[in-house]
């Protein structure tokens, strides 16, 4: 029974480790999704404002 509670141990730990690490890469992924999420609707705001401009060229 000890030999089966150290490989449990072991286990739990590695498990754990892996949920932290998972964690991690979760937070890191979040933060840079908002970036391009920022960085999308920027451009999307300029394209926005060429094609005011290129109307205003158009009627006069």
Same mark, same amino acid.
């Given at each position: 029974a000890p030999v089966?509670?150290?490989s449990q141990n072991r286990q739990d730990a590695k498990d754990? @480790?892996?949920s932290e690490l998972d964690f991690d890469v979760n937070r890191r992924s979040?933060? #840079?999704i908002?970036? @391009?999420a920022r960085k999308l609707?920027?451009?999307g705001d300029k394209l926005g404002?060429? #094609?005011d401009l290129?109307?205003?060229k158009a009627v006069g």
């Open positions: 089966i509670m150290m754990r @480790l892996r979040e933060s #840079e908002q970036g @391009l609707n920027l451009l404002d060429l #094609e290129l109307r205003q």
